[in-house]
Structures are given as C-alpha cells and as structure tokens.
C-alpha cells in the first residue's frame, strides 16, 4: 500500500515538473518574441520616418519646379500661338483653378480664347444617350457631313466642330452664326452644355477635364468625353484633351483615349494639366497640332513624353 501510494506520488512529482518546465519555457519564448516584435516595431517606425522625410524633401522639389516652371510658362510659349483663337471646352469636374491658369497661358503664347463651353453631367450619362443623339442630329447644319458612327460623344463633337471650329484650310467659319446659336442654344436647352456669353469660333480646341468617371456606366461616360473629343479634333486644325493624373486610368477620358491607336493618332493629349508644367505642355501641344503632329504628353505611364520636344528620358 505504501508502495503504491509512493508511486502515485512520484509520478504527480514528475507530472508537476513537467508543467513547470512547459510555463517556464512558454514564459522565456514569450518574452523572447516580444522582444523580437518589440525591435521590429522600432524598425518599422525607423523605416516610416525615413519614407516620410523623403516624401517631404520630394515635394519640396515638385513644389519649387511647380514654381519655376509657373515662372518661366509665359516665356515658354512665348508667340507660340500668335494671332491664333482657342475655344475652350471644360467637363463639370474640371478644377476652376485649372482652366483659369491654362486660359492666361494661352493668352500669353499670343492667342484669344474666343469663348467657354461646359459639358454637364448629362452630356456623359448613359441614360441621357439617346436624348443627345436626337438633339444632336435634329441641330446638324445644312451643308455639313456627320460621321456615320451612331454613338453620341463622336456625333456632338460633329456638332460643336462644326459650328466653334474654323475651317483648318481656310480659317473661316463652318456654319453661319443662327447655325452656331441654334446649336449652342438647343444642347442648352436640353441640359447638355453651358456656354458663355457671346461665344465665337476658334482655329484650336482644349477639352479640359479631371479625374476618372465614377458610377453606373463609368466606362460608357469616359469613351463618350473620349469620343467627342477626338472628332472635335477631326473638324478643325487640332485640338487637345487635357486633365490629371487619374484622368490618363482606365475610366478617365485620357484613359480610354490612349487605348485607342486610332484616337492617339490624331488628338494629343496631356494628363498633368494640374501643374504649371502641364499647362505648358498643353499649350505646346496646341503649337504642334498646328503644325500637323500629335503626342500624349505628362507623367502617367501611359505618356511618351513630359511636353513636346522633350523625350522621355528628360534629356
């Protein structure tokens, strides 16, 4: 009995000591990973602080280049556009602060805006599509030519070419002016355009826009501005399609622009007309769609250079 009870015992004592050595061991890898976690986190926090510094000193840079390139802009472009007329067509989302740097930009390269046109929401909903189209066709001038292409945004830029373009051979009016407020006043009536008083026609056009469309439809309302913007291009000397960074992604105008080849291969686009050196990009690009040549220009991945004459590598 003695026995038996001294070996129940021994075996609870070995049982204990175990246990014992198991929370010990648990105590001392515990505190041994703590302390691992506990320098990581210190270095983690060394590395972040790091990051934000360099991300400070970097937009230090962007905002004194922003700056220098605000200050020599009107020395750039300089009678690069001499005795030329620009209209100027904005989407709802454009930034005011955007179109009125590029608007005395181009006035300082020697040019006149001859007026301002705004695409409303509705211009771009999907829903409102086929009220567009019939408004569209029901204002085409006598005398002129439509594409055959059915969708709205290449048939409004037929439209408003048309009647706010000059002619590229002549640079003479392509429409009379009841023709230019019939149309301008019936996409008012319908909701699609806001114009400012006594708006002409111009040998150029910049479409300004920002950010990527949002929403039901979204890929519909981009290739829509897209669309318009191109043939726009096709009705007179040259036109661009300008915005920001996001504008040149996948829903964003500029986006769905450089996908299509046949679209790059004659509307020029710049996607950082948020900064003074976009806006110089822009009103270069103006220069050089006279001249007969097209770019996509900025700082997007999908650009090919960061201005006209400037390659890629900066040089």
């Not at 009647?163 to 008012?188: C, F, H, M, R, W």
């Amino acid at each position: 009995m003695i026995s038996l009870r001294y070996h129940i015992v021994s075996i609870a004592s070995v049982f204990l000591a175990l246990a014992v050595g198991v929370v010990l061991g648990s105590t001392a890898l515990s505190g041994s990973l703590l302390s691992g976690l506990s320098d990581e986190k210190g270095q983690l926090a060394s590395q972040v602080a790091d990051l934000q510094a360099q991300r400070n000193q970097l937009n230090a840079r962007l905002t004194d280049a922003d700056a220098f390139a605000g200050a020599m802009g009107p020395k750039v472009v300089a009678g690069a556009l001499a005795q030329r007329s620009v209209i100027l067509i904005t989407t709802e989302d454009a930034k005011p602060a955007d179109r009125d740097a590029l608007k005395q930009l181009i006035g300082q390269s020697g040019a006149t805006v001859t007026g301002e046109l705004q695409l409303t929401s509705s211009f771009v909903d999907p829903a409102k599509a086929d009220q567009l189209r019939q408004v569209v066709t029901r204002l085409q001038p006598a005398g002129s030519t439509f594409p055959t292409a059915g969708d709205p945004g290449t048939l409004a830029g037929a439209l408003v070419g048309s009647v706010l373009l000059l002619n590229k051979d002549t640079a003479k009016p392509q429409s009379t002016p009841d023709e230019l407020a019939a149309a301008i006043g019936g996409l008012t009536d319908g909701g699609f355009v806001r114009a400012s008083p006594s708006i002409g026609p111009g040998q150029l056009a910049v479409v300004l826009t920002s950010g990527q469309a949002t929403g039901d439809g979204a890929g519909d309302k981009a290739a829509t501005l897209a669309r318009f913007a191109t043939q726009l291009d096709r009705s007179g000397a040259g036109s661009v399609l300008a915005g920001d960074p996001a504008s040149a992604e996948g829903t964003g105008a500029l986006g769905v622009v450089r996908a299509d080849t046949s679209a790059t291969s004659i509307l020029s686009t710049v996607d950082n007309v948020n900064t003074a050196a976009g806006r110089i990009a822009t009103v270069l690009a103006l220069r050089e769609q006279l001249d007969g040549a097209v770019g996509r220009y900025g700082i997007a991945g999908n650009a090919q250079a960061p201005a006209p004459g400037v390659n890629a590598s900066g040089s």
